[in-house]
Each structure stands twice: as structure tokens, then as C-alpha cells.
């Protein structure tokens, strides 16, 4: 078994990787500026939006607001006639400083979870391809696995989950690279 504290390094390493690689994705590399598109006559939306006092929070339309209410011919009716919207509504502009914060605590936070599977199941000086495979795996499941509910129940583009899926993976591949690196 390895201590915790002789993974400071590899954690702090693989999040400062992690962060560099995702903002060479979204910054440098065009292939994530597509991930959304532009609601036709969005202007005329987002006033119907402020009129309605709509307050940040996430939303379904229709919502049912329970199990029985789904099954009434209203709301039924209210589906059959579509669309069916899942949305998150925030406040004003984006804050890119907290939620690169955000991102990076939530790296180190994966980085320590794998690191954590990988000491309680790897001795010191375990092979770096034994190490790579647990801590790999590991952050695989964190990075990718848990976008993919999004598809499945809200029907997010599969083509875009496949984007952030690839996405994990590299930062998978990062993060096992620097634990099967500097493993004590």
C-alpha cells in the first residue's frame, strides 16, 4: 500500500496537465466551437425568457412535476405536440475564472481518486504499465463514462458525448502517464 501523501506530486502533476491539454481543446483546437447551436430568432427567446422571470436553475418542458401527472392526457397531449426542452438557465455572463477554478479543483479531485484505487491496489514501485492501467481506468470513468447519461436520458447528441468521451480519454491517458511516472 502507498500513503497518500506520496501521491502530491503525480495529483498536482496530472491536474496541471489536464488543464493545459482542455484549454488547447477549447481554445486552440476548432472541434468543441460547434458544440451548441443558435436557437432560430433567439433574440425574440431570450425576451420571452426575461419577461417569464425565469431564474437560474435547470428546467424540463413540459415538466409533469410528478409520476402520476405524467400520465394524464394534458400533459401527454403537451409532449405529443412538442418540442421536448431540458435546458439550464444562469445568470448573465459566463464566469470563466471560477469555473476554470472549478475545473481544476474537480482534476485534482479525479486525479486523487484514481491515485487513492491505485494505492490501495498497488505496492511502491509497481510497474508503470500496471499503474497506468488502474490510474488510467480509474480517471477514465470519472473524466467520460458519467457524460454519457446525458445521451442516454436527455438525449444530448451522442456526436457530442463521443467529443467529451475522447476528451476524457486524453485526460485519462495524462493523469495514468504522470501517476505510472512518478509512482513512489
Not at 491539454?21 to 433567439?42: C, R, V, W
Not at 436527455?154 to 485526460?171: E, H, M, N, Q, V
Request: aromatic share 16%; hydrophobic share 50%; proline share 5%.
Amino acid at each position: 500500500m502507498v500513503a497518500l501523501t506520496a501521491l502530491i506530486l503525480p495529483i498536482l502533476l496530472s491536474a496541471v496537465l489536464v488543464f493545459i491539454t482542455s484549454s488547447i481543446f477549447h481554445m486552440a483546437l476548432k472541434y468543441h466551437h460547434n458544440d451548441f447551436g443558435q436557437l432560430p430568432d433567439e433574440d425574440t427567446l431570450m425576451e420571452a425568457f426575461r419577461n417569464a422571470k425565469v431564474s437560474p436553475g435547470s428546467y424540463a418542458m413540459p415538466c409533469a412535476g410528478s409520476p402520476e401527472a405524467m400520465k394524464s392526457p394534458e400533459f401527454q397531449a403537451k409532449v405529443d405536440k412538442g418540442p421536448t426542452v431540458f435546458m439550464t438557465v444562469f445568470d448573465g455572463g459566463f464566469a470563466m475564472g471560477s469555473s476554470l477554478v472549478q475545473w481544476f479543483i474537480y482534476s485534482a479531485l479525479v486525479a486523487f481518486f484514481s491515485g487513492y484505487v491505485a494505492s490501495r491496489t498497488l505496492a511502491p514501485g509497481a510497474d508503470y504499465l500496471a499503474v497506468f492501467r488502474v490510474v488510467g481506468t480509474v480517471a477514465f470513468m470519472a473524466y467520460a463514462m458519467g457524460l454519457w447519461q446525458m445521451s442516454i436520458w436527455y438525449k444530448r447528441p451522442w456526436s457530442l458525448t463521443a467529443k467529451f468521451t475522447f476528451d476524457g480519454l486524453i485526460y485519462a491517458l495524462l493523469t495514468a502517464g504522470a501517476f505510472g511516472w512518478l509512482w513512489p
